[in-house]
T-cell receptor
Framework: GAVVSQHPSWVICKSGTSVKIECRSL??????MFWYRQFPKQSLMLMAT?????????EQGVEKDKFLINHASLTLSTLTVTSAHPEDSSFYIC???????????FGPGTRLTVL | GENVEQHPSTLSVQEGDSAVIKCTYS??????FPWYKQELGKRPQLIID?????GEKKDQRIAVTLNKTAKHFSLHITETQPEDSAVYFC??????FGTGTSLTVIP
């Protein structure tokens, strides 16, 4: 299956700062990647679909100006949480999907804690 | 949109016993139903999936059944082992996840 990495694996920041999370496809050229958020003991919620070379598609209720997504190459998508606040503290996970079937491969996740 | 419900939220079984987790979905157009296992602080990993053209699929100790008419599907784990302890998520389609079941297998 596909191999997906994320960086950093965890980050602690002060309220009001911006945090960038990278998602890399290590063995596959992913024209589409997906960003999820998972609060403690809750399910994964799709935030947005990241499209290489074009604007991301955001799910209802997700602020596009707060969660900036850039997919500048076939192997890298970034999620920037702007002006982070404690309520943004969560586990952020990216994924990619291989063509031909529906299987998703998830990155290891990034634990964001906003103080 | 799709709505996926999952039960139970927690499940404890003795080692060697079977565990069953059930999910229902709302969108009759959904045709792909994966199950993921997630250990604490780690990524979800696909353990089995089923498509709408079959009613059952088995992979060693894990099986999934699908009833499209009733819009529900279930995960069955037999001969459970302590390493099966984790949170299990069902999904309808690729993006709509259930609320998760925390499975504990007691040695």
């Amino acid at each position: 299956g596909a191999v997906v990495s994320q960086h950093p694996s965890w980050v602690i920041c002060k309220s009001g700062t911006s945090v960038k999370i990278e998602c890399r496809s290590l063995d596959f050229q992913a024209t589409t990647m997906f960003w999820y958020r998972q609060f403690p003991k809750q399910s994964l919620m799709l935030m947005a679909t990241s499209n290489e070379g074009s604007k991301a598609t955001y799910e209802q209720g997700v602020e596009k100006d707060k969660f900036l997504i850039n997919h500048a190459s076939l192997t890298l998508s970034t999620l920037t949480v702007t002006s982070a606040h404690p309520e943004d503290s969560s586990f952020y996970i990216c994924s990619e999907r291989t063509s031909g079937n529906n299987e998703q491969f998830f990155g290891p996740g990034t634990r964001l804690t906003v103080l | 949109g799709e709505n996926v419900e999952q039960h139970p939220s927690t499940l404890s079984v003795q080692e060697g016993d079977s565990a069953v987790i059930k999910c229902t979905y709302s969108d009759s157009a959904s045709n792909y139903f994966p199950w993921y296992k997630q250990e604490l602080g780690k990524r979800p990993q696909l353990i089995i999936d089923i498509r709408s053209n079959v009613g059952e699929k088995k992979d060693q100790r894990i099986a999934v059944t699908l009833n499209k008419t009733a819009k529900h599907f279930s995960l069955h784990i037999t001969e459970t082992q302590p390493e099966d302890s984790a949170v299990y998520f069902c999904a309808a389609g690729q993006f709509y996840f259930g609320t998760g079941t925390s499975l504990t297998v007691i040695p």
